[in-house]
């Protein structure tokens, strides 16, 4: 039994990729939750305070809902409370203080679309699904590990910490170096823009609203990785 | 009849898109030159010095070899001399010293190959092909757009100054940074490099001669460019 509380690109495509088992859904948003549902993501949606005994419970907002979930001593009826937010130190540390069977995720997936229209239950195959454990709670990383096959991805165990510091480099700080391109780019001849740019900036062009809470997050690893980056490009130049 | 000097992934692709008219070819290296004539990219190779009479000579070598073409004085047998080097002002003001009746040119195109096979015949289609005229030369701009177009691009006329500094901002840059970002990336676990990593660095996996060669003739604009994107990041940091 699988609840999937946040239906946007990507809990719709946890639901999606999942068909088969017995899946409930939520999202603060009903025109989410009746897209997830009309697609097939999830079996039947639930209220908001729905947490079915025995239940994984896959929180899929974006960090600043998986941090408003993560109450100091809040206790779940569920199994197992894996998140899906792209920074993991503050999320794991949150969760440290509540009493859920709780495991840190973060899928290396995602498309140029937001949102459930945008899910694919293909989304995970064959990508990367990071596990970031709660010291003291290393016995969950199994059971999401299995989760995490069932969704055609591979999972990697990894101290949040490092977790954090390696996506800055390698995810964090290409999307400001996207955006910042995009900005550069506005006030010369768009045909100037060839298939390489086109490539570079796409990550730039995803949803503006959702980096800033990601940045905000992990901002001091972000900087650290631009100062790194700094000295490599003067390097180059 | 078409002149192919430099029948490398550019010229071989031009030979390819050019099928069906009379195309000569000639490369420094034979073991190029030989697999263009394999793939049909040209009809026959001719030696360094061959100037057909009434000819459209391509350059399609590196800016080094394009530069070393454009000797003070030189006159030339053939009715257009095109490059596709990838800067412009320094070619564009090195032809304006010979007698050679040239245009300056430049593809945005490419793919993650280099050399005769990695050359496709569909390269160009509904790609930028810059222009840059030599000034007083304006009048060859006409048939090196017909030319393009044969190949499927399209034409865009631009100051070679005006090109440089689009370029700069881009192209060039942005191959620094995706450079860059690979150069970080190396004490990162490589399962946190997601598709958008991949996608953002391809770009960095390109030659690095060829590249340092074309920085090394844009290095002022590319300097500028990075400068006013440090300026763009620092403040989304």
Same mark, same amino acid.
Request: overall charge positive; hydrophobic content about 50%.
């Given at each position: *039994? =699988? *609840?999937?509380? &946040? %239906?946007? #690109? =990507? &809990?719709t495509s946890i639901g999606l990729a999942l068909a088969g088992e017995?899946? #409930?859904? +939520? !999202?603060p948003n009903p025109a989410h939750a009746e897209v997830a549902l009309r697609r097939g993501a999830v !079996?039947? %949606?639930?209220t908001e305070d729905a947490d079915p005994s025995g239940a994984t419970v896959v929180l899929a907002g974006p960090p600043s809902a998986i941090l408003a979930e993560l109450r100091p001593g809040r206790r779940g009826a569920g199994r197992l409370y894996l998140d899906v937010g792209s920074v993991k130190a503050p999320i794991v540390a949150r969760a440290a203080a509540t009493e859920l069977p709780f495991v840190g995720g973060h899928p290396l997936a995602g498309n140029e679309g937001s949102g459930p229209e945008a899910a694919d239950a293909t989304l995970f195959a064959g990508r990367t699904f990071f596990l970031t454990p709660v010291s003291g709670r290393e016995a969950l990383v199994e059971p999401a590990a299995d989760l995490v096959r069932r969704l055609g991805a591979r999972p990697v165990v990894l101290d949040a910490a490092q977790h954090d510091a390696a996506v800055?480099?390698?995810?964090? #700080?290409?999307?400001v170096l996207a955006r910042a391109l995009l900005t550069l780019a506005e006030d010369q001849p768009r045909v100037a823009q060839g298939p390489a740019f086109a490539a570079l900036t796409r990550p730039g062009r995803s949803p503006a609203a %959702? +980096?800033?809470e990601i940045l905000g997050h992990n901002r001091a690893a972000v900087r650290e990785a631009w100062e790194a980056l700094k000295a490599v490009v003067e390097d180059l130049l």
């Open positions: *039994l =699988i *609840l999937v509380r &946040g %239906l946007g #690109l =990507i &809990g017995e899946r #409930l859904g +939520w !999202d !079996d039947r %949606l639930v800055a480099r390698t995810s964090h #700080l290409p999307y %959702l +980096w800033a």
